[in-house]
């Protein structure tokens, strides 16, 4: 857990709480081929709601069995215009913690906790580290660059599962952002700007009613968060009632919130230090 706890430590400044007014950023997790059904979903209720700006997660090989660079339909659509801006983040490569790697890793108690309660399988990144991380990112970004044209400014690791080589690593390949459970962190200034996050886990009916009941709490209690985090899965999408609460949760953040990209949190806290 102090992996992924941690997750200041590389950072000179300390926190800043002034984003310029109340903000709200969107995230679409696991942008693939695995789920483009679920994704064209995802696609019409952003539209329908009006957004102006949404984070897509690309995952280069999900599961070993997706590689979104070999997909020529695929590519045509992470290129083709939306009714907002995309902004596009790296999110992995596989997605999935590779069996032969766990095996060869020591598994510590943080370990076990994060695969049993944290996620299921998909923190890739939990024990991957040095070179092999490094070359792992770097062909996740070559990937980027061929199905999408450009190279990601962000990376946002699996289940947000992550050990402290990452971080050193992003900045080596010149990433500029990736985030936390609880942080987004600009990597060119040091910043680490609290940023709460609101999502949904599917897994199972418990889950799906924990969850609808947590961003219902959660929308009210980080109504004075100067910026907040939605962050959709698609899989949220096979539950009628987790889109619900996904359309009520934007609907009532953006009555009062500004939606902004990465970038754009980036800006306001450079004019906020004035
Ligand atoms: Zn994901």
Redesign the pocket.
Known sequence: MTERHDDRASFAQPERKNVEEPALLVAL??VTPAHAARLACAELLLSALGLTTVTY?Y?PDFHGQAAAHDDRAFSAWCRAPRPYRVEWFL??YF?EERESERRARPTTPGHWFARTFLTSG?GELLTLRGRALQDRLQTGIQSMACAIGYQPAGFVA??WLYNEDLIPVLRRLGIRFTESHFHVFDLQTGEAIPTPVITWASRTCAHRAAARMCASVERRLWRRKPLVRVAL?PADFDHPRIVDSVARTIETLSRTRRMISYHEVAQSHSRGLG
């Open positions: 997790h696991d997660l995952v999110h992995g997605h998909e699996p289940a899965h």
